[in-house]
């Protein structure tokens, strides 16, 4: 039994793919399954997406604006319909919700990921039920990227989460695009490199903005921190809560990240790029070794020590992530050189990694 869950559900499965406003009894039917984990003794947080498409309908649009300005305004409206409705909904069961509005920059930024640890870990202790969401009304990247499923991803490796559940308005991953005959379900992922040769859409519904590949990120991030993960429709959620075989299971891998690692990888913002050559490349890659200046041939951006950065292999594929020792000014006079030889020039302080081996993560 899961003592902790996290479960993410889309616009289209709480409004309708044509949008017609917030649908109570779609609210009602994922309250039903959350009181049934909760009567089972677990701890849930939900991740609802669905503030702009709530906003819609009340603001006379028939789908998704395109521009921001109008996104913003519609999740500004429909953020307190959607909210009110969980609040309602939970009440049957004298359950106590409460709305935590979240930013990629809550996740990306390391203060603020621990405090939202302690914020949620606290609400849980007090036996509410955390309802997540970007904050779309006032958010800007976030809204271009809908990330409710990678943020929901983070937040189940955040509170050590044993289950992650997406809710989509398909009933798993098929084998093929579900409109065509003879697809199938696939119950059980193990390997998500095994899915490289599958045709997955990216496109969301007429009012989300994710889609089958954010999904597959999920997996990778909530896998990867030894959360299994499933992806199921809300009419199957609560025959998967009672255990019946429905959707598709993402294994969790046998080995975790420790938690700095899966955050360098998956939730970090990017300062600046180091590119490398084949020797270093190769060296990171098969030995997981420290990057020393000496296989620097180029450094872009600005950053500060302790900032996130890309390393790119000769051909410009991003093979690593790493928290860089130096400023970015400071590089350029380094590159191609041994750390003795740096050493020896501009002092002893300098005769270190650019980037530390416990500091980095390959991608």
Known sequence: MSRRVVIKIGSSSLTGADAQGLDASAVDQLVDAVAALKKSGAEVVIVSSGAIAAGLSPLGLNSRPKDLATQQAAASVGQGLLVHRYTESLARYSIVGSQVLLTIDDVVRRSHYQNVQR????????????????????????????????????????????????????????????????????????????????????????????????????????????IPMLLTSLAKVQAAIAGEKVGTLFKAVSEKKPSRLLWLAHASTPHGVLQVDEGAAKALLERGVSLLPVGVTKVEGEFSA??????????????????VGFDSNEIPMMLGRSTKDIARELGPEFERELVHRDDLVLL
């Open 119 to 226: 914020t949620l870990t606290k609400l849980l202790q007090l036996g509410v039920v955390p309802i997540i969401n970007e904050n779309d009304s006032v958010g800007t990247q976030e809204i271009r990227f809908g990330d409710n499923d990678r943020i929901a991803a983070l937040v189940s490796h955040l509170i050590g989460a044993d289950l992650l559940i997406l809710v989509t308005d398909v009933d798993g991953l098929y084998d093929a695009p579900p409109s065509q005959p003879g697809a199938k379900v696939i119950a059980e992922v193990s390997d998500l490199d095994s899915l490289s040769s599958l045709e997955i859409g990216g496109a969301g519904s007429k009012v989300g903005s994710g889609g089958m590949l954010t999904k597959i990120e999920a997996a990778r991030i909530a896998t990867g921190a030894g």
């Open 306 to 323: 302790g900032d996130t950065v890309e390393i790119l292999a000769p051909n410009g594929k991003v093979i690593a992530r790493g928290l």
